[in-house]
C-alpha cells in the first residue's frame, strides 16, 4: 500500500516548516521509515507573510527533489501550496497565478484562520469552483467555529468543498478537541482526505501510518486506505475521488431526520 501525502511543510526556507535543509532531508527520512512513498509540497501563501510564488514554489520543489536524490533519499516530492483564505483568491485563480496540487489545475489546498469563518468564506470558495478548481479545506478540526459546529463544514462539503484532517488530530497528538472534532469529520462523511500538516517545530513529521492504523481500527481497512492511499492518488493525478462510504452506524445523524416536505 502507497502511502501519500498531500499537505506537508517540508520545503526549506518558505513558511514555518522546515527551515533550512537539515530539516526538509531529516522529514524526508522520517516520511520513507514511516511508509510515505509520496508527498507533496504545500509551503503557505499568506500575502505579507508568506509571499511564495508558483514559480518559486516549483524551481525550490526541483532542488530539493534534486538534493534528495544526492542524499539517496527516495521520495519523490511534487508542488503544491496551501493558500489563506483571503477575498482575492478567485481573482488570482483567473489569473494563473495559484498552484494547484502537482499542478494539474484541479484540487488547492485552502486553510481557514483558526479562530473565525469570515463572512466572504463561501463567496471565495466558490468562486473557485466556478473556474474549475476545487477547494481542499485544511485541518478544519483546527477552526473553531468548524469544530463548534461541524454542520457549516457539512453545507460547504455538501456543495463540492472538500476537506482534509491531519493525522496528528486523529492520534490525539495534536490534543483532545482537535481529536474530537477530526474524527466528527471523518465519520459524518465531511472529510475524505488525510494528510501530515507537518511542521518540525510542531513536533509533527510527514508521517500517517499511526493514523492509518486508527482509522482502520475504527472504520475498517478500506476506508484507511481510501482516506491516506487511494484519494489522495486521485487528488495528485486530478481526478475525481472514491465515493466514502460509512458504516451505516457513523453516517451523518441528519439522515435520521424526518423529512416534512
Not at 520513507?32 to 512513498?37: A, F, M, P, W
Request: net charge positive.
Amino acid at each position: 500500500m502507497d502511502l501519500i501525502d498531500i499537505h506537508t511543510h517540508i520545503l526549506p526556507g518558505a513558511d514555518d516548516g522546515a527551515q533550512d535543509l537539515k530539516e526538509a532531508l531529516a522529514m524526508a527520512e522520517a516520511a520513507v521509515k514511516d511508509g510515505v512513498n509520496l508527498l507533496v509540497a504545500t509551503p503557505r501563501v499568506c500575502p505579507g507573510r508568506f509571499d511564495n510564488t508558483r514559480a518559486e514554489i516549483r524551481k525550490k520543489v526541483e532542488t530539493l527533489n534534486q538534493c534528495l536524490e544526492l542524499a539517496r533519499i527516495r521520495l519523490p516530492i511534487l508542488a503544491g501550496a496551501e493558500y489563506a483564505l483571503t477575498p482575492d483568491l478567485p481573482r488570482q485563480c483567473s489569473a494563473g497565478r495559484l498552484l494547484t496540487i502537482n499542478d494539474t489545475g484541479r484540487y488547492l489546498l485552502v486553510e481557514l484562520p483558526p479562530r473565525e469563518v469570515p463572512g466572504y468564506t463561501e463567496q471565495v470558495l466558490y468562486g473557485l469552483l466556478q473556474q474549475g478548481v476545487i477547494p481542499i479545506i485544511t485541518a478544519p478540526e483546527n477552526n473553531r467555529v468548524l469544530a463548534r459546529d461541524p454542520g457549516i463544514l457539512q453545507e460547504l462539503c455538501a456543495r463540492g468543498i472538500l476537506a482534509q484532517v491531519n493525522s496528528a488530530s486523529l492520534t490525539g497528538r495534536a490534543g483532545r478537541g482537535a481529536k474530537k472534532a477530526a474524527w466528527t469529520f471523518l465519520e459524518n462523511g465531511t472529510a475524505q482526505l488525510i494528510g501530515s500538516d507537518s511542521h518540525p517545530a510542531a513536533g509533527r513529521m510527514p508521517v500517517l501510518y499511526a493514523a492509518f492504523q486508527e482509522v482502520e481500527r475504527r472504520l475498517g481497512a478500506p476506508l484507511a486506505r481510501t482516506f491516506i492511499s487511494n484519494n489522495p492518488f486521485r487528488v495528485i493525478k486530478g481526478q475525481d475521488l472514491e465515493r466514502v462510504q460509512l458504516p451505516a452506524t457513523k453516517r451523518s445523524w441528519k439522515q435520521y431526520l424526518p423529512n416534512f416536505d
